[in-house]
């Protein structure tokens, strides 16, 4: 069976993947010359990479996890201590610790918020441990309910005092959607909870050992393309063409450098592209669908992706930093973090400015100017003196419209991977599976469509098998 598959992010590229182990014979089609979408990166001149973000894996990703051992490259991924650090505002220069200890979940858990005596004291402690019973008896079905609910509405309603939200969750909630507490559905944040106490090693981190598109995306191509199926870059999708009942006539292909337009006709068709250029795209006839209209209520988040290289040395941390400055979210030196990048001599920083809706538009040297005011704090003995760091260049990568901005609500608008229109499917981040916007949603959604159209297609041979034995 023929798949056309629009979009060649994570989503499109698993769903491909799983496709051709399924048997069939998936053609993806990219819009930019680079694979990977929110995870693509490029080489500048010097040939150093920079990327669309600064990207984590997750203990808690089973979905990636398993990808990796398929592709057999998890030797790729660069696992880091068991641990959470924070800069400290008040304290520049320094770091506080949630250490987890080799102990079955949610001990370590326990055990690593118990530990940490800077941020949190513990009475706070103990009402922060007092208001997530709920969520630990009721589980994922109470964490859905309280997607009526901001992070800070939540906090409050849980009689959890203020300090504890300012102390590590605007850190989180930075980090998990770029966006502040008082934004995002408290869905998001008792997920991740969930997922980092349940799991023993759900919140260990690690880095990949390169660029993804050229370590994750194109073992993924490769893959792909050694059963038969085909990934076309700078191939965008410019129209879905329809035939009389609604249903998938074809892709239109926009020609791009001079390439000649097209049609590519399949058996399925999948939209891997995010949910903001398929509302864009989406034709007349099925604007009235129920699944496309609640669409409306899910746009993508402005996030900028930051990269500095400096003359010397700032920090030996070989870690995830998460910065609690108003500017920044997590940062790392990718000098320590990452092999492809390593240097014993100079950092380089990558760092994520969220929440960005106030600086998108702003010029580089506007954003570079305020971020460096934020490393004087975050690394006081490297700035401010004769042998203050120098700056010898920088990246800026802008995302005006990221993963879906998770505010309270918009778990009801996420859509199935199934459509109402038979041969039309979906994937990527936003659709429904159970890991929020983040690349294991990605990678999963496009499992889960791939397994939906082999059910789909092994429904039609087996109704036409019986059809035909009935004629005889
Ligand atoms: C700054 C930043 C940091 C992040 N950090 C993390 C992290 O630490 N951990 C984590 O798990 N996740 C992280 N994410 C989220 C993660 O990157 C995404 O959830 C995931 O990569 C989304 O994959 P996707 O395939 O659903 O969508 P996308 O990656 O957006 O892929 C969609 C593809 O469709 C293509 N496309 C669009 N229009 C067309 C068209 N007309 N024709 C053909 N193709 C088209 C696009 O070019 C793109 O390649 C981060 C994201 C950002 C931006």
Not at 292 to 319: C, R, S
């Amino acid at each position: 069976m023929r798949v056309a598959i629009a979009g060649a992010g994570l989503a499109g590229l698993s769903c491909a993947k799983y496709l051709t182990d399924a048997g069939h014979t998936p053609i993806v089609l990219e819009r930019s010359n680079v694979l990977g979408g929110k995870v693509a990166a490029w080489q500048d001149e010097d040939g150093d990479w920079y990327e669309t973000g600064l990207h984590i894996f997750f203990g808690a990703y089973p979905n990636m996890l398993e990808l990796f051992q398929e592709l057999e490259i998890e030797d790729r991924l660069q696992w880091k201590e068991h641990s959470m650090i924070f800069n400290q505002p008040d304290n520049p220069g320094t770091y506080s610790r949630f250490d987890f200890p080799d102990l079955p979940a949610p001990l370590n858990g326990v055990m690593a918020i118990l530990g940490n005596n800077e941020m949190l004291t513990w009475p706070e402690k103990i009402s922060f441990g007092i208001g997530l019973v709920p969520a630990m008896i009721r589980g994922q079905q109470y964490v859905e309910e309280m997607d009526k609910y901001s992070w800070s509405e939540w906090m409050k309603k849980q009689n959890i005092p203020e300090r504890v939200e300012k102390e590590v969750f605007i850190a989180m909630s930075k980090a998990l959607n770029f966006i502040n507490p008082d934004e995002i559905s408290a869905t998001i944040l008792l997920t991740a909870l969930n997922r980092f106490l349940q799991e023993k090693n759900g919140s260990k981190m690690a880095f990949l050992d390169g660029s993804p598109t050229e370590r994750l995306c194109q073992p993924l191509v490769d893959y792909i393309t050694a059963r038969g199926g085909e990934v076309l870059l700078n191939t965008p999708l410019k129209e879905i063409l329809l035939t009389e009942d609604h249903t998938v006539k074809g892709f239109a292909i926009r020609g791009l450098n001079g390439a000649l337009e097209g049609v590519l006709t399949a058996d399925a068709y999948v939209s891997a592209m995010p949910v903001d250029p398929l509302k864009l795209m989406l034709p007349e006839p099925w604007k009235e669908l129920d699944c496309f209209q609640k669409l409306a209520g899910l746009e993508g988040v402005p996030v900028i992706n930051l990269h500095l290289w400096f003359d010397h040395k700032l920090t030996e941390i070989d870690h995830l930093l998460f910065s609690r400055s108003p500017l920044l979210s997590v940062y790392a030196d990718m000098s320590n973090t990452c092999k492809a990048y390593a240097n014993p001599d100079r950092s380089m920083l990558e760092l994520v400015l969220a929440p960005a809706k106030d600086w998108i538009g702003k010029s580089d040297e506007d954003i570079i100017a305020a971020t460096m005011a934020e490393l004087e704090k975050l690394f006081p003995n490297h700035f401010g003196t004769e042998t203050s760091a120098k700056l010898l260049k920088y990246h800026i990568v802008k995302t005006p419209r990221s993963v879906y901005k998770a505010t309270p609500g918009r778990q009801a608008c996420r859509p199935d991977q199934r459509t109402p229109v038979a041969n039309f499917y979906l994937a990527g981040d936003y659709t429904m599976q159970e890991y929020l916007g983040s690349m294991e949603g990605a990678v999963l959604s496009g499992k889960l469509t791939a397994r939906a159209i082999s059910a789909d297609q092994q429904q039609t041979t087996n109704t036409s098998a019986s059809l035909s034995a009935g004629n005889k």
